[in-house]
């Protein structure tokens, strides 16, 4: 399958500073990009879609101004936890789609917020 | 609505087969996603169904039907690290993925 590299796979922040994430499609080109959030023994919870070269579209209760999504290229997007507090700490999961059927993960990033 | 259910955890027997069942109701539909978890792993891709019937891949088979709603994920001779959680996912008109829970698998020697 496709790979999608996702890092840092852990990060530790002080409350109040910004984290940023990167996903990156290395062999395909990904015209979308999801964005997920995982709480532990959760399932996945979808927080945007990012489309290249659009507004990334975020789901209802994800807050727009402290999760920044950019999918500048056909082959990166980023997250960027703004102003981190201890309850976004979390698992965050992106994952890219090349065509319709098919969708490939990253490894995941642990953020932690002290 | 939208909704997708599986068993929350199952247990079986290093060795021997269990089948997973998911159901699903969704806006539209575009295929039946199983991904495995390990804990502490973001999830990999195991098999996506868009017909009916039944895909075998190695000790991993996945059977839909789209007129039942209806798709199991069946794995034979199990192995200690098959222990993981198992989920369903159905992708909607709009090509978006809907998570089940997940089914916690409990393998015992």
């Known amino acids: 399958g496709a790979v999608v590299s996702q890092h840092p796979s852990r990060v530790i922040c002080k409350s109040g500073t910004s984290v940023k994430i990167e996903c990156r499609s290395l062999?395909?080109?990904?015209?979308?990009m999801f964005w997920y959030r995982q709480f532990p023994k959760q399932s996945l919870m979808l927080m945007a879609t990012s489309n290249e070269g659009s507004k990334a579209t975020y789901e209802q209760g994800v807050e727009k101004d402290k999760f920044l999504i950019n999918h500048a290229s056909l082959t990166l997007s980023t997250l960027t936890v703004t102003s981190a507090h201890p309850e976004d700490s979390s698992f965050y999961i992106c994952s890219a789609r090349n065509r319709e059927t098919e969708a490939f993960f990253g490894q995941g990033t642990r953020l932690t917020v002290v | 609505g939208q909704n997708i259910d599986q068993p929350t955890e199952m247990t079986a027997t290093e060795g021997a087969i269990v089948q997973i069942n998911c159901t699903y109701q969704t806006s539209g539909f575009n295929g039946l996603f199983w991904y495995q978890q390990h804990a502490g792993e973001a999830p990999t891709f195991l098999s996506y169904n868009v017909l009916d019937g039944l895909e075998e891949k190695g000790r991993f088979s996945s059977f839909l039907s789209r007129s039942k709603g209806y798709s199991y994920l069946l794995l034979k001779e199990l192995q200690m690290k098959d222990s993981a959680s198992y989920l369903c996912a159905s992708m909607d008109s709009n090509y978006q993925l809907i998570w089940g829970a997940g089914t916690k698998l409990i393998i015992k020697p």
């Open positions: 062999d395909f080109q990904a015209t979308t």
